[in-house]
């Protein structure tokens, strides 16, 4: 989740800064921008995701890597997903194993500071990387996912609005109830 607290660094002051910093930043073409923590909701979805899909990649070469880990998205940008999923070994920019290069599987849970660059330039961002064969937005006021897979002919983006859908991870070869990841969430039927 991105608050709009900014600092202008080179991507080496920017990596340097970082790794002795408290605070998580994300980093956008010089520009650092200051992580807001995720409230319950978010938190909450984020754990059933991490459940539902860690339970199914128990026999697998896939697995899960949580919003603590950066993700080198570009020469200058650097960003914190919600989850990664990564098949086989992963990469790393550098020796530190703090900016992960080839995930397969980008999850960013919505807050409202967050939909327009999770939608907007972070999901271009994604599409750019060739690891990345699938993004999933999942919205935390509404049930609403997006799952953007690549194809031969570029992006496609599929939504799902019922608790009683389920979206499959070709990527990682598993299965996501809506009602799994929504499991334990109450919504108020004011919110949009």
Known sequence: ???DTRVRLT???YLAWEE???EKHEYIDGEARCMAGAKGRHNRIMMNLAVTIGRQLDDSDC???SSEMRVKAGETRYVYPDLTAVCGEEEYARENEMELLNPVLVIEVTSPSSLPIDRGEKQDYYFEMPSVEAYL???QHRVCAELCIRGHAGWKTTTFTS???TITLEAINCE???AQVYRGIVFDRTED
């Open 176 to 178: 996501l109830p809506l």
């Open 20 to 22: 002795n910093n408290f």
């Open 163 to 165: 608790l009683g859908d």
């Open 63 to 65: 697995f899960l890597l």
């Open 137 to 139: 937005i999942i919205d």
């Open 1 to 3: 989740m991105a608050v």
């Open 11 to 13: 991507v080496e002051e």
